[in-house]
T-cell receptor, first 114, second 116 residues
Framework: ETGVTQSPTHLIKTRGQQVTLRCSSQ?????VSWYQQALGQGPQFIFQ???????GRGNFPPRFSGLQFPNYSSELNVNALELDDSALYLC?????????????FGAGTRLSVL | SQQGEEDPQALSIQEGENATMNCSYK?????LQWYRQNSGRGLVHLIL?????REKHSGRLRVTLDTSKKSSSLLITASRAADTASYFC????????????????FGKGTLLTVNP
């Protein structure tokens, strides 16, 4: 158990819709990162939030956006869903001053876009 | 884009045997980590090796790092059926110069099957 929880576990949407995925970080962790994992691939970095601000972004379009809240929970929003957005979405929390770079992952949300 | 490439893509061994997985990467790193993933679920951190270290041990795990070759290996000794999972190497690099937050870049992983 990593102490990171994600909801929902599974989600089915149709192309063009919008989706919000949620993550509750491990207690005391001030940084959250989101990853997209396509079937048979490794996770790809979407973005990271630190103290409620975006701290870095991978090669994903602006229709992928996020929020981090004062209680360190966070959201990933995806607008105008495309078929290729079907993937496992993972959130990971970390504490910057300890064990640099180690991230604690949730079990993920599996998104299917039809 | 993927940073690392794991080799082999799939490995099948008998319980009690050792399993070795390799990882190559392309850019400079702060540290390299190995993670394990069971059946498309969340990843679990296994071990971290810093860029100035050459070898690290943790229980049945041994990691080596060769920064001149930009490669790492993970050895699992005396494997068990419960070790069956996908294993990923991830390179960690600072997101901002002078900052303390890191971005992980993962390879495609090695699927390890340990047969009882």
């Amino acid at each position: 158990e990593t102490g990171v929880t994600q909801s929902p576990t599974h989600l089915i949407k149709t192309r063009g819709q919008q989706v919000t995925l949620r993550c509750s970080s491990q207690s005391g962790h001030n940084t959250v990162s989101w990853y997209q994992q396509a079937l048979g691939q490794g996770p790809q970095f979407i973005f990271q939030y630190y103290r409620e601000e975006e701290n870095g972004r991978g090669n994903f379009p602006p229709r992928f956006s996020g929020l981090q809240f004062p209680n360190y929970s966070s959201e990933l929003n995806v607008n105008a869903l495309e078929l290729d957005d079907s993937a496992l979405y993972l959130c990971a929390s970390s504490w910057t001053r300890r064990a640099p770079g180690i991230q604690y992952f949730g079990a993920g949300t599996r998104l299917s876009v039809l | 884009s993927q940073q690392g490439e794991e080799d082999p893509q799939a490995l099948s061994i008998q319980e009690g045997e050792n399993a070795t997985m390799n990882c190559s990467y392309k850019t400079s790193i702060n540290n390299l980590q190995w993670y394990r993933q069971n059946s498309g679920r969340g990843l679990v951190h296994l071990i971290l090796i810093r860029s100035n270290e050459r070898e690290k041990h943790s229980g049945r795990l041994r990691v080596t790092l060769d920064t001149s070759k930009k490669s790492s290996s993970l050895l699992i000794t005396a494997s068990r059926a419960a070790d069956t999972a996908s294993y990923f190497c991830a390179t960690a690099a600072l997101l901002l110069s002078g900052g303390s937050n890191y971005k992980l870049t993962f390879g495609k992983g090695t699927l390890l099957t340990v047969n009882p």
